[in-house]
């Protein structure tokens, strides 16, 4: 049986069908899920996933509003998020690739200039966050 069927707040099967959704590239569903599990557990991960799937889907403004209450977030000053560059794993703190995406939906509306100073203080803070250099580098061309 349907697990959420027969539990609706059920949050383990709200964030496997979200994250199923969303590795088969399903975004828009994903980003449904997400958005229930998030007000059924207010988890900050999940605002996190859901913050960089509303850039993907466009949806520029709720996207926004939500790197802004993330970074404001008590959890922010001691989360991380890992990426890999040229096969090496990297940690860095949560606001670095915060900012950066703020700094690509501006660039999605046309705000270059705000751009630009998201990706310079996303690379204050990380020098070695490769992506703020790559578009930093791609808005400057």
Request: charged residues 25%; negative net charge; contains cysteine.
């Amino acid at each position: 049986m349907d697990a959420l069927a027969i539990n609706p707040e059920n949050t383990g099967a709200l964030e496997i069908i979200a994250v199923s959704y969303e590795n088969l590239g399903l975004k828009d569903k994903a980003l449904d899920n997400f958005e229930k599990l998030y007000l059924e557990t207010d988890d900050f991960q999940t605002l996190y996933r859901m913050a960089f799937l509303q850039y993907d889907l466009e949806k520029y403004l709720q996207c926004s509003t939500n790197i802004d209450i993330l970074m404001q977030a008590p959890e922010a000053a001691e989360a991380t998020a890992s990426y890999t560059f040229e096969e090496e794993e990297k940690e860095f703190s949560i606001k670095v690739p915060l900012i950066n995406l703020k700094g690509l939906v501006n660039v999605a509306q046309g705000n270059n200039d705000l751009a630009r100073q998201n990706f310079e203080e996303a690379l204050q803070l990380a020098p070695d966050f490769i992506l703020a250099q790559q578009n930093l580098d791609d808005l400057n061309k």
